[in-house]
Structures are given as C-alpha cells and as structure tokens.
C-alpha cells in the first residue's frame, strides 16, 4: 500500500513539475502589464486611478511616481503617499467609465428612440 502511495506522489509530482516556470512567467507578465498601464496612465495624465490588490482590498488615488518595482498612490484626501509594489497589484481602473461603456449607453438610447418612433410610426399610420 506504501509503495502504490510513493508512486503516484511521485508520478504526479513529475507530471506536475514542469507548470512550476510557467506559472512564475506568467506572473512576470502580468507584473510587465501592469507597469506598463501605471507608466501609461502617468503619461496621458490620467493619474486618477482605483487600485485592486492580490490581497482582495482597493485602494483609490492617484500616482504621483513611478520606479523600477513600484508605484506612488497618494490618497486624494489626505495627500498622503503609498508605496504599492507591481507584484501586489491584481487590477488597475480609472475613474469613472470607460469610452467603451459610454458607447453602448449611447447606443442603447439611440436604439430605444428608434424603437419609441418606430411604434408610434406604426401605431399612427392610419390616422
């Protein structure tokens, strides 16, 4: 019974040892992409930005620096500077909506105007 035990730990752990670098790569990755969002954001001006960490808290402000590994947040309040590592960070948003989502709420009141036309359209053909 110990045998059969020791071999499938041991097969498992030869299957699973290569996803091990591949995992780390990713992460590097995703490190490379926040960054470069961070150094994007500082550029264009849009500093203002809401910050969710690994660790499931956010955190709102805006970047005043940028270095090698990390990122200045200040508070908007308090003008108080926190220092946030790239690797801490899960996902970067601006404030407000995206041009994206302001689109489509354009988009969905232009299609009920027509919808609202096109019924009274129908509804006052005959009149």
Same mark, same amino acid.
């Given at each position: 019974m110990k045998r059969t035990l020791t071999t499938l730990f041991l097969v498992s752990a030869i299957c699973l040892c290569p996803f091990g670098p591949a995992a780390r790569a990713q992460q590097l990755d995703r490190t490379a992409k926040i960054k470069a969002d961070i150094v994007k954001r500082l550029n264009k001006k849009e500093e203002? &930005?809401? &910050?969710?960490?690994?660790n499931g808290s956010q955190v709102k402000g805006y970047i005043t620096q940028t270095s090698e590994n990390s990122f200045t947040l200040a508070n908007e309040k308090t003008h108080?500077?926190?220092?946030i590592a790239y690797a801490d960070v899960a996902n970067v948003e601006g404030r407000g909506m995206s041009k994206t989502k302001k689109g489509l709420i354009a988009a969905g009141i232009g299609a009920g105007i027509f919808a609202a036309m096109l019924a009274y359209a129908f509804t006052h053909l005959w009149d």
């Open positions: 203002h &930005v809401k &910050v969710r960490l690994r108080a500077g926190t220092e």
